[in-house]
């Protein structure tokens, strides 16, 4: 199974509310808290450079959507 560990910054304390993608997340059902990460049951993308194309199109007002939790 593919996890995704993300480290809690230093000093923050519970409570506290988690989101991805603006989509809230709750604690146990889409993640769990393991020796100070946030550690969810699911692979979390994070989109790479934008080429040129993308990016041309973009100036132009047409979008392109990729994952990137």
Request: proline residues 3%; aromatic residues 14%.
């Amino acid at each position: 199974m593919v996890e995704s560990r993300v480290r809690l910054p230093a000093g923050v304390r519970e409570p506290y509310t988690v989101y991805v993608n603006g989509v809230r997340q709750e604690l146990g059902r889409d993640y769990r808290i393991q020796e100070g990460h946030l550690v969810f049951g699911r692979e979390l993308v994070k989109e790479g450079r934008l080429g040129f194309w993308r990016w041309f199109m973009g100036a132009w007002g047409i979008g392109t959507y990729r994952r990137n939790d």
